[in-house]
């Protein structure tokens, strides 16, 4: 295994990220040894609040997030193995759903005092971690969770509802086959520099909503990049053979739950949204944006205002309970 690249030096300039306040860094050891590399940010008695990030990012694409909330919470991010400054396992059996979930588990321990509860939110790949967890850890979610966040996100039928190719219904397994295997080589090879252009409008159309400003296109590309070949396939491969008709369960799923979508996501359109406020035990709130993907970035002040909305309820609740 070696350490995935520094994602800070091969991104280009985007202002919000590179104005991220202060840090203190935190080395986690997952279950299976690989090493995770996680950030807090804030006052060190603030309530925790843990970001986790989707497939190609880093902890910088939770900036908007991270400046707004440190002022006054302990924002707790970290890298996913194979992304950013965490380890990058190379063989395809260390990236799957079980690892996604011991991965939030180790970095939940590792952070948080005995005893203490966070508000968690995971942006696409960010939420399968989630729900993921509540499935393998059901006796996990009371013990460390308050309340989650689940945005832009899906827990099955990962290829059924990607806008990429569209074709007559009678073709539609045509279409996810050819989806899955072109999210899996897409995701695994190199990006050559002559290529940066068309790659980045590909990834434009897919995670980025058409009336975002530029510089998140620029800036999800530039994340992508720095992503290590391996870290990128490992994980398109799991979330292509693992989330297909059958959906991660969310009965475990106990407390106060966020839900978020985007009118415009191409990648996980509101379909994927709307089963999931369905289905989960304690519904908090349901959030329908417009733009695309990536909520987080094209929508910050939206998607900041509904995480402090849920985290003034759960801890409103607490001083009740107490």
């Not at 991104?11 to 299976?32: G, K, T």
């Amino acid at each position: 295994m070696s350490r995935g690249p520094r994602s800070r030096s091969r991104a280009r300039a985007f202002a919000p990220a590179d104005a991220l306040p202060q840090s203190r860094e935190v080395a986690v050891r997952s279950a299976d040894g690989t090493r995770l590399h996680a950030e807090v940010f804030g006052p060190d008695d603030g309530y925790p609040v843990l970001l986790v990030h989707g497939i190609t990012c880093a902890i910088r694409v939770w900036a908007h997030q991270i400046a707004d909330l440190s002022q006054h919470y302990r924002v707790i991010a970290y890298d996913h193995r194979g992304h950013g400054r965490s380890e990058v396992p190379r063989s395809r059996r260390a990236y799957s759903l079980d690892h996604l979930a011991a991965d939030l588990d180790s970095v939940l321990e590792a952070t948080l005092a005995p005893g203490e509860r966070a508000v968690i939110a995971g942006h696409s790949m960010g939420g399968i971690a989630i729900t993921s967890w509540s499935e393998r850890y059901p006796e996990r979610v009371r013990d460390r969770a308050d309340g989650v966040a689940l945005i832009n996100t899906t827990t099955g039928d990962l290829l059924r509802h990607v806008q990429l190719l569209p074709v007559p219904p009678q073709l539609a397994h045509v279409r996810v086959r050819t989806a899955g295997t072109l999210l899996k080589t897409f995701g695994a090879v190199p990006v050559p520099r002559a290529a940066h252009r068309t790659n980045q409008r590909f990834l434009s159309m897919l995670a980025v909503g058409r009336d975002a400003d530029p510089a998140i296109a620029g800036f999800v590309h530039d994340l992508f990049a720095a992503t290590a070949p391996a870290g990128r396939g490992g994980w398109a491969g799991a979330l292509v053979d693992h989330l297909g008709p059958q959906h991660i369960g969310l009965h475990n799923l106990v407390v106060p739950t966020l839900v978020i979508g985007s009118e415009k996501d191409r990648l996980l359109p509101m379909v994927s949204a709307r089963r999931i406020a369905r289905e989960v035990p304690n519904l908090a709130q349901f959030v329908e944006l417009a733009g695309g993907h990536c909520a987080i970035l094209e929508r910050p002040d939206e998607v900041n205002t509904q995480l402090r909305l849920l985290i003034d309820s759960v801890t409103a609740e607490r001083r009740i309970s107490s």
